[in-house]
């Protein structure tokens, strides 16, 4: 009986190249000759593995799957409890994610256990790291389902690699949600979010804007070795964000500085945009082609340039003539790269050149970019603030693919600009010149492609506090050639308007 076995296993390690062994719960431990060991005593197959800082022995029972490149093992743990073994070969394109997945299933059993020690009093009715495409839940955020008597909590972590640790809040909802729609005679009445100490900020701030008649939100904060504590989100009330005074454009700039950027804003299909730092950016369809900063006049799309004659002149119009002809809606090169760079930044300028279109309550000047700034890295989004004519501030966000965590980054923004709103900076430092702003909250426009929208966005926004007045902007396919306002509908009502 043990010798099929016996076999199965020297015939994966004859074949594999670069061969590890996966225990739910803990790393993978890399297979060498000098790793590994196969031995029979009294009748048992026993395997055994270690590193420097591990050692793995069990007792193989029998062969569960045998496949290229992958082996699953039904073992015994001494003590007689059984489990399961993986090996893998890591050298096939197939399985180059299973010591992912195997720090995602160790990351599951930590999960577990603190599951235990917050809720002592609760059952773990489901625990899962399967990816469900079908209810968007990614496999990088364990999530759980609580239960204790006829209540419920739904619960989600995120381990300590992960890339986005403030993503499973909206993971966290959508499993909210879906427990929700499934468990019709019981009431889910929580969120818990686990997640990395040091990484809770972003998290905090955003449940601070949700709907607290929606559910309650605990938050636990967590590290490797076992060390966790519950945290109070209303704590969180300090942002990491900066609103530069707003400087006259070119304010420093000398006459021909002046006359050059004045020559190229009047090329047909040039867009200026006076930034709120002093600079001025001329770009064609969004795409930046040349900036004047200080005396300073750069250009280029990949590599830059300084500018300092009349023929560097004729070539930044030579360059903006080129990027007005293939950067149209009816280019006849529409698989060139140049068509297709920065969509967002395109359907950004298609907006201020028309924002009335988009809601006609907007003044159409002055509108801000990527004001107030923060650090968040690269989001992916284009932010505008704009006013409307009654003096409310209004911020826009702009995405041209689906994105499943577009309403909490817009809420992102959203929260900063409500934050110097609230202390009166933003007519201290120069923004909205002559306009009196009201100290309402801020609008929330959330603009995109009408058919580019995720299937999970109209969830996360359920979840909004009242406070934040959100609205989806659908945009017609063909905004390149012409801006068309599709749909709208209210984040509170989900009741959608078609025009």
Known sequence: MLQP?????ERFLATAKRPVLIEPGDDP?????????????????????????????????????ERAGRLELHVERFGGRAGGLTLVDLDRAAHRDAARRGTRLKYRERFRRSLHRQFPDWRIAELSTEQDLQHSLSPAYPRALLRKGTSAIAAIGAAEDTLSPEGALSFGLIWLDYLRGRETRLPVQALALFLPVGSENSTCHR???LDPQAAAYLVIVQDPTGWE?????????NFDTRLDVCRQPLGEAGARLVEWVDRLSCIPNVQRRNRHDGSVSLSVSGL???????????????????????????????LARGLAAMRCSDSADRHNPLYSRHPEAWLEAQIRADIESLDASLRPAPVYGQVPQFAAGERGIIDLLAVDHDGRLAVIEIKTQQDIHLPLQALDYWMRVKWHLDRGEFAGRGYFPGIELRPEPPRLLLAAPALDWH?????????????VAVERVGIGIEW????????????????????
């Open 229 to 237: 504590q519950r945290i109070t989100p209303g704590d969180y009330t």
């Open 207 to 209: 449940v601070r804007h």
């Open 480 to 499: 390149r050639r012409d801006l068309k306002v599709m749909f709208r509908e209210s984040g509170l009502s989900q009741a959608a308007r078609r025009l």
């Open 29 to 65: 431990l890399a297979v060498t000759s000098n790793t590994f060991n196969l031995s029979e005593r009294g009748g048992t197959l026993t395997l055994e593995c270690w590193n420097d800082t591990r050692n793995l022995v069990r007792r193989v029972v029998d062969v569960r799957l």
């Open 5 to 9: 076995v016996r076999l199965a296993i």
């Open 288 to 318: 930046e082609f040349a900036r004047a900063s200080g005396d300073d006049l750069i250009f280029g799309l990949d590599t830059k340039h300084a500018a300092g004659s009349e023929t560097h002149i004729r070539e930044i119009e030579q």
């Open 455 to 467: 299937p999970s966005n109209e969830t996360l926004l359920r979840y909004l506090a009242p406070g």
